[in-house]
């Protein structure tokens, strides 16, 4: 399936000024001047369970389900009633697509995981002509550079409508998906993500971190170090997206200095940062200032305090940062505490698994497909498992490639492109493990080496 496949597929969905103002219709107008949400939590009314697909609607929109090339897609109109300047009404459109799309807002509905705009195929945005240039960098900013980007004129009342095709996780076929290769000129391996973890340890405890920071003493990355292992990088990748995670990365204490550097080693498009978000309150200008994204998970287990998060939404505007707060209720168990042995199921699992595409890291010297990879050793060290490996470290070397490996280019595209799962792959369910209410590890649980099992979320 190709990039064209999928377009041609929502066609008939997208692309013409009539399908904004039938969405406007949908909406019954009383959406049109209901509140925008203030961050991407409301409760959904079911209100759709037809054949052509179940869907939701809230007071700034509605999803729908939808069939796309197969694989479950969502349709969503996202119209805030938002007023003011043209970045405060497109960043209610932003905040009421990403509102739409989560999890918490369609699972109850029965359409299942969420998606990420990191997944939109095609947006179509309505606003004033005048405001065009505007909308298409705003978007530009937030989605990957696959995506379509299509401004109509709206009726001249001044709100933001927009409408976007989400593909499912792991099916948008971008570029690299298709066939990881070189760039002719650059010799570079085009991905579409990259991450560093410039520490290790963590304030929470999180069961089922895929990072497996909990069982991980303290580590952290010097700036020299981090520089010296993105010169390596930068002559092989080139990643639309730069991940600066941990462990909790704002633990580190020179995290400013980190961003500087991870901007100027060129490795990435842009630079994202993720977090809990339990220290942005006391982040300085300068740290605001260096940054591209920032994603905060705020867990049920240890959430965000609300003022904190006033807070954070202002300091990303004044910076003009692009904020992701991401309420997160559930966890996807990927850790597996008994080498699976069943040849077909693990080969699914790995055929299906998107953290390969979005999870690359390297980490003590070697570049792995995935974090699961790159904690292989860690993992049989700290954690109870049932038939380990003899040789973690052997097996981790057969899965990750030595970032001194004079052919590191074309080392990493045979990485990437293998059809023959990882020995991790074993002790993973990659993106199929079932759904786990999120909740903190105790220190009982982690000294004894424990995955504790949790209540699965419906
Ligand atoms: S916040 Fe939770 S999931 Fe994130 S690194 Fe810390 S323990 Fe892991
Ligand atoms: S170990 Fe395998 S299944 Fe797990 S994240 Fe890595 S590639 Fe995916």
């Known amino acids: 399936m190709t990039i064209n496949d999928i377009d041609s597929a929502v066609v008939d969905l997208v692309g013409s000024g009539a399908l904004v103002g039938a969405a406007r219709q949908v909406l019954a107008g009383e959406a049109l001047t209901a509140a925008a949400p203030s961050r991407p939590a409301e409760s959904p009314v079911p209100i759709d369970r037809s054949p052509q697909g179940r869907s939701v609607t809230l007071p700034s929109g509605t999803a729908r389900c939808i069939d796309l090339c197969g694989r479950r897609g969502l349709f969503v109109v996202a119209a805030p009633s938002a007023r003011g300047s043209i970045p405060e009404r497109l960043r209610h459109a932003e905040l009421a697509l990403r509102a739409l799309s989560a ?52 009726d001249g009342d001044g709100g933001v409508v ?50 497996t920071s909990p069982y991980l003493g303290p580590k952290t990355l010097s700036p020299a170090a981090i520089a010296s292992t993105l010169s390596t990088m930068a002559t092989a990748i080139r990643a639309d997206v730069f991940k600066i995670m941990g462990g909790e990365p704002l ?54 305090r609300p003022e904190h998060l006033t807070l954070i939404e202002e300091k990303a505007r004044a910076f003009d940062v692009v904020l992701n707060v991401k309420p997160v209720h559930a966890f996807s168990q990927v850790m597996h505490n008994a080498r699976r042995h069943d040849d077909i199921a693990v080969q699914e699992t790995f055929e299906r698994c998107w953290l390969r595409h979005r999870c690359l890291v390297a980490r003590n010297g070697r570049f792995h497909a995935c974090t699961r990879s790159a ?39 045979e990485l990437l492109s293998r059809t023959v799962p990882l020995n991790a792959c074993r002790f993973c369910l990659g993106g199929d493990g079932p759904r786990e209410r999120h909740t903190q590890l105790s220190r009982e649980d982690v000294r004894g080496g424990r995955l504790r099992a949790l209540p699965v979320v419906a």
Request: with cysteine; net charge negative.
């Open 103 to 154: 999890e918490d807002v369609l699972r109850p509905a029965g359409i299942g995981d969420g998606f990420r705009v990191e997944d939109i195929v095609v947006l179509q945005v309505a606003a004033p002509r005048a405001d065009h240039d505007a909308a298409r960098a705003w978007w530009r900013r937030r989605l990957i550079p696959e995506a379509t980007i299509d401004c109509i004129a709206s």
């Open 162 to 211: 927009v409408c976007a095709v989400f593909a499912d996780r792991g099916q948008q076929p971008t570029s690299q998906r298709q066939a990881y290769t070189r760039d002719d000129v650059t010799g570079r391996v085009r991905v579409e993500a990259f991450e560093l973890h410039v520490v290790e340890h963590c304030n929470l405890r999180c069961a089922h971190c895929c990072n």
């Open 251 to 304: 633990l580190h204490p020179e995290i400013t200095e980190v961003l500087r550097v991870v901007r100027e080693s060129g490795v990435g498009d842009v630079v994202r940062l993720f977090t809990n978000g339990l220290l942005l309150h006391k982040m300085d200008d300068a740290f605001w200032r260096a940054l591209d994204h920032l994603t905060v998970s705020s867990y049920d287990s240890a959430p965000v």
């Open 375 to 413: 904690y292989l050793p860690d993992m049989h060290d700290k954690v109870h498992l049932t038939d380990p490996f003899d040789d973690p470290v052997a097996r981790q070397r057969e899965d990750s490639v030595a970032l001194d490996d004079p052919n590191l280019a074309d080392a990493i595209v």
